[in-house]
């Protein structure tokens, strides 16, 4: 099945420790996306690589990494720094960049307590 | 950057009749302009999109319409069906940009 999987669905964290969201395509996609999705805030944008070994910052990066060792991979670090981190975090990659179709995985919802 | 509005945040329809949702967005190099439903719990999967050469596309029951000198663009929905009932999205992308911009949505109910 061609698709994009992102784990966990939920997590769980304390105030302080920084967490991982995991990101997986099997669609050859050179596009990848991380939105946040917030309730009436719509997706904001956190990270997008368009190749391999580049990224580049979206609308909200602050207190957010990732990298792009792989292209069928695309993590997502959440860390200490990012002042309200409980919130949806949706993956997206697409064929032909921001012009193309965006496929979302089933996001990972992340709690912070 | 981008900015993209959307109206209304929530709106509530009768099993039948049409619905629209419009946008509007700030910058005129955007040439892509799709539209995403989310139902509950799912995740976001595009519905149709137009390209700034094109004033309007239909497919089946859905439509959009795009306004470049008014920089906005609609989604209408005709005959809706309780199974229409979901968050919709719209956004704007630049031409050969590698960001796409969201709106906030809108949060659509059928009701029988």
């Known amino acids: 099945d061609g698709g994009i999987t992102q784990s966990p669905k939920y997590l769980f964290r304390k105030e302080g420790q920084n967490v991982t969201l995991s990101c997986e395509q099997n669609?050859?996609?050179?596009?990848m996306y991380w939105y946040r999705q917030d309730p009436g805030q719509g997706l904001r944008l956190i990270y997008y690589?368009?190749?391999?070994?580049?990224?580049q910052k979206g609308d909200i990066a602050e207190g957010y990494s990732v990298s792009r060792e792989k292209k069928e991979s695309f993590p997502l670090t959440v860390t200490s720094a990012q002042k309200n981190p409980t919130a949806f975090y949706l993956c997206?990659?697409?064929?032909?960049?921001?012009?193309?179709?965006?496929?979302f995985g089933e996001g990972s919802r992340l709690t912070v307590l | 950057g981008e900015n993209v509005e959307q109206h209304p945040s929530t709106l509530s329809v009768q099993e039948g009749d049409s619905a629209v949702i419009k946008c509007t967005y700030s910058?005129?190099?955007?040439?892509?302009f799709p539209w995403y439903k989310q139902e509950l719990g799912k995740r976001p999967q595009l519905i149709i999109d137009?390209?700034?050469?094109?004033g309007e596309k239909k497919d089946q029951r859905i439509a959009v319409t795009l306004n470049k000198t008014a920089k906005h663009f609609s989604l209408h929905i005709t005959e809706t069906q309780p199974e229409d009932s979901a968050v919709y999205f719209c956004?704007?992308?630049?031409?050969?940009?590698?960001?796409?911009?969201f709106g906030t949505g809108t949060q659509l109910k059928v009701e029988l």
């Open positions: 997206a990659s697409s064929k032909g960049g921001a012009t193309g179709e965006l496929f």
């Open positions: 669609l050859n996609h050179d596009a």
């Open positions: 690589s368009q190749i391999v070994n580049d990224f």
């Open positions: 910058d005129s190099a955007s040439n892509y």
């Open positions: 137009i390209r700034s050469n094109v």
């Open positions: 956004a704007a992308s630049l031409r050969g940009g590698n960001k796409l911009t």
